[in-house]
């Protein structure tokens, strides 16, 4: 336990190594980092949750009378639109409400199906073996190949921009590097004695999967979908800004982005606050996700 001496008046006194020391630092980094990214996403779940209750204001309706008011802390601003309107004259924080709820819910849904399409792949490839593995991971391969962003638009714009096609879209463009990740763990978990165990006295292969391998992916899989839902937050918010994702007027935070980006110098913050909600939800979803990867990875914990 004691990993260094060290001489201190004549005697000899214990103190903490490097190795202690790096593993008090990661049991500190494990208690302490997940509290502000949870908390984070917590109140954007709320805002999008109740966003009826927290605005009187139409996500949609214009309002000609009411065009570019800045935020309320500003000079021309009133606390009615506490941060402004846009170009038209539609409430910020009224679309900044119900824009969480279509990108958080977008970036949910396309993970539901990224990890069912995933989990299937990655279980049948690492459990199976053989042929059936090398023709399902060059498929793969090949998807993780393609640029995710440039062919999220084509499809897009071919099957036309809406909420459902956005979500089949991008769960489609997610789930190879899901299935990596579980066919590595599959790989691993066929070897184990209990399987071949189950294996050596005749139990269903589908039955072996279901009852040991994929329980024990489940830590994989949790870790996987935090750090991928953020990267999915903002690939819809990247092809609504390019057209190919949620179409105007419905809110979304990459629309808002797209409505304010000819208007910096005169309605800087249409476009400011909904890239910082993204910035925020992104950034606490991959903290999350690492925090996950350290406590879950046995290659991170005490040996």
Not at 30 to 55: D, E, H, Q
Not at 69 to 76: E, G, S, V
Not at 102 to 113: E, H, Q, T
Request: glycine fraction near 10%; include cysteine.
């Amino acid at each position: 336990m004691v990993a260094g001496y060290r001489e201190n008046t004549g005697l000899l006194t214990s103190v903490p190594g490097p190795a202690r020391i790096g593993r008090k630092a990661h049991r500190r980094r494990l208690k302490l980092a997940p509290g502000l990214p949870i908390a984070v996403l917590i109140v954007f779940a709320g805002l999008a949750i109740f966003a009826p209750l927290l605005t009187s204001y139409s996500p949609t309706t214009q309002n000609l009378g009411t065009v570019l008011i800045p935020p309320a802390w500003t000079a021309k601003g009133t606390t009615a639109h506490l941060l402004g309107t846009d170009s038209f004259g539609i409430d910020v924080f009224t679309r900044l409400l119900y824009g969480a709820r279509v990108s958080m819910s977008i970036g949910l849904f396309s993970m539901l199906i990224a990890v069912v399409i995933g989990t299937l792949i990655g279980v049948a490839a690492g459990f199976l073996g053989g042929w059936v593995d090398s023709v399902l991971m060059r498929f793969t391969d090949v998807m993780l190949a393609l640029p995710k962003l440039l062919v999220g638009l084509v499809i897009a714009i071919v099957i036309g921009p809406s909420y459902g096609n956005l979500i089949l879209v991008l769960g489609f463009l997610t789930w190879p590097r899901i299935a990596r990740l579980v066919r590595g763990d599959s790989l691993a978990i066929r070897q184990t004695e209990y399987v071949r165990y189950s294996m050596a006295i005749g139990v269903l292969k589908p039955l072996v999967c279901a009852k040991h391998v994929i329980p024990n992916i489940l830590s994989t899989l949790l870790v996987a979908t935090t750090l991928e839902v953020g990267s999915v937050i903002l690939t819809e918010a990247s092809l609504s800004f390019l057209g190919a994702g949620i179409p105007s007027p419905q809110p979304s935070w990459g629309t808002m982005i797209a409505d304010g980006q000819g208007m910096m110098a005169t309605g800087w913050w249409i476009s400011l606050f909904p890239g910082l909600c993204i910035g925020a939800v992104v950034i606490s979803c991959n903290t999350l996700g690492d925090w996950l990867r350290d406590k879950y990875d046995p290659r991170t914990k005490d040996t």
